[in-house]
């Protein structure tokens, strides 16, 4: 830290420095990083949020800031674990991930037999199993999505993008003095934060899209029938560091109308104002008004992500 900054320093390289006020987080992808203490006790002073990876870019874990209460109404609804709200809250936020999980099956421009007519009929698992047979059909690959002990470069690349948001989610959640131990689908566990997993998943289907992009920007493409030597060594020209980079600007350079106005947003300040909904919805009892992210909504900006 120096001056309100963030100072950046790596040996032979010029030093980069950055408003300690700009870092919403931190993702360590090396293990070279070191903080002073003062450093880090700065930056989870201003709400910043520390994601840490192992060698191989797996995410392994958070160094946050400490709950605390914003909103005394939103706190003392969500204590009490209303189920009819949190039943309204958890339906509108899995039907908005299922309708961004079509949403990029259309943009895509896969075959598939789910019909826009039908989409509030589908449940969570059995749109699942149809989008993800598709979704990866579509990248010329035949596998399943795999979550933890991922051995594909596509889940791996998935689940890195999927930690990013999830860390912006909670850093959001802890700003907006929800407490992140209590959720309103996925179970409390041991050193769990469900409120985190529960609202991170209509934002999935925005890294799906991200990684499809990414795919046609470099054409890695290859034909769906390719054998499984000839996959494996599709899997060895995909430059992680670059999916990072990708990953990131996307970030900043997609971003989400308003429906309500001409306003639009970077998708992580889409991030902040759809968990500001939320907290909104636990003080208000309204679900209503909730700014779930909706990748229809969605543009890239004209600078083009390199």
Request: hydrophobic share 40%.
């Amino acid at each position: 830290m120096d001056r309100g900054f963030l100072v950046c320093k790596t040996e032979g390289q010029e030093e980069k420095r950055i408003p300690l006020a700009d870092v919403r987080a931190l993702v360590l992808t090396v293990p070279q990083v070191s903080f002073s203490n003062h450093c880090l006790a700065r930056l989870l002073e201003q709400d910043s949020i520390v994601l840490h990876c192992s060698e191989d870019y797996k995410p392994i874990g958070w160094t946050v800031p400490m709950d605390r209460v914003i909103r005394k109404a939103a706190f003392e609804n969500q204590i009490k674990q209303d189920q009819q709200l949190e039943k309204a809250l958890w339906e509108r936020v899995i039907k908005q991930k299922i309708q961004n999980q079509f949403t990029v099956l259309e943009i895509i421009g896969c075959e598939h037999k789910i019909t826009a007519e039908k989409l509030d009929l589908i449940d969570e698992a059995t749109m699942a199993r149809k989008y993800w047979n598709n979704f990866f059909g579509s990248l010329g690959k035949v596998q399943n999505r795999e979550r933890k002990g991922a051995n594909s470069i596509e889940n791996k690349a998935l689940n890195y993008g999927y930690a990013v948001l999830t860390t912006l989610v909670h850093r959001a959640i802890l700003i907006h003095g929800l407490l992140p131990s209590l959720g309103i689908h996925h179970e409390n566990r041991y050193r769990n934060t469900p409120l985190v997993w529960d609202l991170v998943e209509p934002l999935r289907p925005f890294v799906d899209l991200f990684l499809f992009k990414w795919y046609e920007k470099n054409n890695f493409f290859i034909d769906e029938d390719a054998s499984l030597e000839d996959q494996m060594e599709d899997d060895e020209i995909f430059d992680f560091k670059e999916w990072i980079v990708f990953m990131t600007q996307n970030l900043r350079f997609c971003r989400l109308k308003d429906t309500n106005s001409k306003h639009t947003a970077k998708l992580m300040d889409a991030v902040d104002d759809y968990i500001m909904s939320i907290s909104k919805a636990f003080e208000e009892f309204e679900t209503l008004k909730c700014k779930l992210p909706d990748l229809k909504q969605a543009y890239f900006h004209a600078e083009k992500v390199e």
